[in-house]
């Protein structure tokens, strides 16, 4: 049963967001419901959008999550929902022991979800990191452990830059 395991931009532009979820669905449609296993951190953006497509096809839902007060208090309402609603949904969660959230807490999680992985989706815009444990470091570290990794970012995708 192949394991995908999801890195991409936190800050999707509305539109951008829906493109992005019609190319994951296209994606995870090579698979059926019971051949696979998605990994995610939950975060918004990205990891959300894969999370909810995991799940509508009837998948299972790994959670990885950087530490315990992860998602932190710069969460908004419907990002804290959200997280709460997939994380009830996992099949699976694990919580990382990071006692802060940061850089170190992010690359653990990616660390986490490359060794659970056989396969990583990346939706990402194909620009440099922001440093260490965002999306740019995480396609950088699968592809040096020798993972495959698919990028997805439709054409006119846009970010807001939060």
């Known amino acids: 049963m192949p394991v995908i395991a999801v890195t ?6 509305p539109a951008t967001s829906r493109a992005v979820r ?5 994606f995870l449609d090579r698979y059926g ?3 696979l296993t998605g990994v995610s951190c939950l975060a918004p953006g990205a990891d959300t959008l894969f999370a909810d497509a ?3 096809r009837g998948a299972r839902l790994v959670a990885v999550l950087p530490g315990p ?4 208090a710069g969460a908004t309402t419907a990002e804290r929902a959200a997280f709460d609603r997939l994380r009830a949904a996992a099949h699976r969660v694990i919580v990382l022991p990071a006692p802060r959230l940061g850089p170190a807490a ?3 999680a990616n660390d986490r979800l490359l ?8 939706v990402w815009d194909g620009g440099p990191g922001n440093g260490p444990g ?5 396609v950088a570290a699968a592809r040096a452990a020798g993972l495959p990794v698919d990028v997805l970012w439709p054409p006119g995708s846009a970010r807001t830059g939060r």
């Open 69 to 72: 007060s992860y998602p932190d």
């Open 54 to 56: 995991v799940l509508a």
């Open 33 to 35: 419901a019971g051949e």
């Open 134 to 138: 965002g999306t740019a470091d995480m």
């Open 115 to 122: 060794g659970l992985a056989d396969r990583v989706v990346a």
């Open 8 to 13: 991409g931009h936190l800050d999707l532009a």
């Open 22 to 26: 019609a190319a994951l669905d296209a």
């Open 106 to 108: 992010y690359v653990a």
